[in-house]
């Protein structure tokens, strides 16, 4: 049974950084794309981030893309987005995704996390 479970939300104040982390298992963690979405109070479920299985590759949404990075440990089949720099805006609820294939997808994941809670106050 494959697994996503992220960690490492949290509430913070405007322009701090967190580090939200997604350990997989039941999966063979480098036959997969990773992407990390988001979904604010009200809205629908948005892309924020993607990385290939090797890690060379990454896909950003324009709104996170100089403050956000993604990466992954095939090792620890564990992926990483650092957040910096954080808005008010950026509250949500962060999910980490699965899709098999080498690329850094932006869509048509496959497996899903729980979400961790981001919570960023002015």
């Known amino acids: 049974q494959v697994q996503l479970v992220e960690s490492g939300g949290g509430l913070v104040q405007a322009g701090d950084s967190l580090r939200l982390s997604c350990a997989a298992s039941?999966?063979?963690?480098?036959?997969?794309?990773m992407g990390w979405f988001r979904q604010a109070p009200g809205k629908e479920r948005e892309f924020v981030a993607s990385?290939?299985?090797?890690?060379?590759?990454?896909n950003y949404a324009d709104a996170v893309k100089d403050r956000f990075t993604i990466s992954r440990d095939n090792a620890k089949n564990t992926v990483y987005l650092q957040v910096n720099s954080l808005k008010p805006a950026d509250t949500a609820v962060y999910y980490c995704a699965a899709k098999r294939g080498i690329a850094a997808y932006v869509s048509g994941y496959d497996y899903w996390g729980q979400g961790t809670q981001v919570t960023v106050s002015s």
């Open positions: 990385i290939s299985w090797d890690g060379r590759s990454s």
């Open positions: 039941g999966l063979a963690f480098r036959l997969y794309s």
